[in-house]
């Protein structure tokens, strides 16, 4: 039985043609990834012959929904040079690619003349709109679900615009 509002494992498993999702932060700062940055400046990197130890829930559930045929993009507007925090996302990034996802980066000063909502946002069979909001500091501010037919149409028109300009994962080189 589901909530009144949909999880987001609910809202993928809903999609029929296509879930995308656009950041725009050179930070962020959830309780979900702490752990990973931290050991990630520690030195740790995935061993992309070792599935088993990076492989998690969310690249499960990526993978089905791929699988079902609906297309999953993740479009990143990054600040350059990159933070330190982008540099820890584009290293462990083949691992969503290795789930279905189709990643690309668009450095900032390419998206000047884009028309951007205020927010990251996930775009399901454009229609519904995930907001998520974040603090001053990255972390999670809670999430917002939105069929606003205006900023469906913003979120649709941002989004095309950003994966158009942007450059596939493979192809993105972060430079020190």
Known sequence: MRSSTPTFAELLADCTQSAVHLEMRDS???DNERQRFEAWRQGFRHDPADR???WRPWLDLIQETVARGVIVRRARIVSEPVSEYIRFEHSGTFTNVAAGEQVRW???RR???IALPGNDFWLFDGRLIRWNHFTGDGGSAGQELSDDAAAVKLCAAAFDEVWARAVPHEQYEIHP
Do not use: I, K
Request: charge should be neutral; hydrophobic fraction near 40%.
């Open 28 to 30: 962020y700062s959830v």
């Open 52 to 54: 088993a130890s990076w």
């Open 106 to 108: 668009l450095p900032r």
């Open 111 to 113: 998206a000047s003349d």
